[in-house]
């Protein structure tokens, strides 16, 4: 038997489209919590009290991960570094990139906000992840057509998208997000990246599943692999849906600020020992002081006083008012559900 497309994968799966008005019951065919198929930001609290704000649908029945081709084991980007010196060189820039995030003007003005005395949860990593910087993370989303697009198109390097190449067979994994948060696994794998001060997650309805050294995303609990056939019509189609890939990837200065911090071999100490302390934990073992020269030797690491990427070059809005307005736009639309 050939392998489904994408359209056919959606259809024997049953994934119910989204935006339609549809309105449903939860537990389904019951008196309960009425909901629907709206995409929105749905304002919601963590374990710490930080407020957050989930893109997408309100309950999410699957989560996805499209990708064009099947590479098992399926690792983070950390993981998937051909050497150790250019492992602790992607932590080294990981760090870089968030340290010129907190230095974002609209960053910093939403780090201050508070909401009936809850802080806006701000995921660096979560931002990171997204914006192409190595991670122990899997970037994964709740829109079954995003998943689609990116099993379907391929970025030729210079931000162009286009139809796969048909030879190979692509997959999409689906898992339902309730199997990777307690209490059943031992520790929550699932986050909800959602909106963020920058735009790439909320339009990728972004979510992300943490991953330890070592495992294999395709042999977590619950997580399916969908294989199917690639069709140049329905990779267009999509490419037509997403505006090229520019509806999930919105021109914005942190593109290029993560671009520039990809190329960096040279850190303050700060970042080099925030860099090892990441190393560490990813490894479960100490990194001695000869070891960290070693690694910084062979990946041609350099020390240096100053921060290198910073947001001068980009003519950012810094007007308190302005950005406190810019977030009560985009904020102005989340919804909220009061539960007891």
Partial sequence: MPLPTIDQLKHQHSIPSVNTG????IPSGRPGIIADDQEKLLAMTDQEG???FRSGVEFPLWTFRGQTAIHLPCLPGIARCDELSQQFLAWCR???????LLAH???EHCRRVSFNGSQLRIHYQGIAQHYGMATNMLDTTTNFDVAAFFAACTNDG???WRPAESGEAGVIYAFPPIALTPPFVSNDRYLDVGWQPLQRPAQQRASAVYLFKDEDFAGLPSVAAWPFRHDRRIAERLLEQFDGGAALFPVDAAASVAAN??????????????????YEIWHGQPLDEADRKALMNAAGIEIIEGLLLDWSAYDLETDEAALHARLKRELAGARTRWTF
């Fill in 50 to 52: 930080l407020l957050v």
């Fill in 94 to 100: 990981n760090v870089a990139f968030v340290d010129a």
């Fill in 261 to 278: 911090a990809r190329t960096l071999r040279r850190f303050t100490m700060v970042q080099i020992t925030q860099a090892a302390k990441a």
């Fill in 22 to 25: 549809r309105q449903f019951t």
């Fill in 105 to 107: 003007p609209y960053v």
């Fill in 158 to 160: 210079n931000g162009v």
